[in-house]
């Protein structure tokens, strides 16, 4: 009997789940920003840092499409600029301090969208991810 233990509460978590919605958490295909630490900056000198988002386990990111949003944690003078997978943080920051931001971020599905089933056939685990970042700005 306790052999079959294990074997039963597989086979009832298959029972609960779909095999399909299953498998796609276990490789755990999610939006992903990355670890990142900016540079110090100076008030009124022109700053610049960048990173790129993608898919956690899955080869075609490319595939998505990627939005992103940023909260007012900004410093003055600093802009965040989207070009497709890769976001820019720049401009010339006319205030000091240290200041947190999070940055949001959104994928669509990839190119082969089914409109009329409004699915596609690999489904993330989430479709949306955030992050706290923080940028210095000195004198």
Same mark, same amino acid.
């Given at each position: 009997m306790k052999r079959l233990l294990p074997l039963l509460l597989?086979?009832?978590?298959?029972s609960f789940t779909s095999c399909e919605d299953f498998f796609d958490c276990i490789v755990n295909r999610r939006p992903e920003l990355p670890n990142k630490s900016f540079g110090v900056g100076t008030i009124g000198v022109y700053y610049y840092e960048e990173f790129d988002a993608e898919i956690k386990n899955e080869p075609r990111d490319n595939d998505y499409g990627y939005e992103f949003e940023v909260d007012n +944690?900004?410093?003055d003078g600093l802009v965040m600029i989207q070009n497709y997978r890769t976001v820019s943080f720049e401009g010339t920051p006319m205030e000091t301090g240290t200041f947190k931001f999070t940055v949001y971020l959104y994928v669509d599905p990839p190119i082969n969208y089914?409109?009329?089933t409004d699915a596609y056939d690999d489904p993330l685990c989430s479709e949306s991810t955030s992050k706290e970042y923080t940028i210095i700005? +000195?004198?």
């Open positions: 597989v086979l009832s978590l298959f +944690g900004l410093p089914d409109f009329e700005i +000195g004198d």
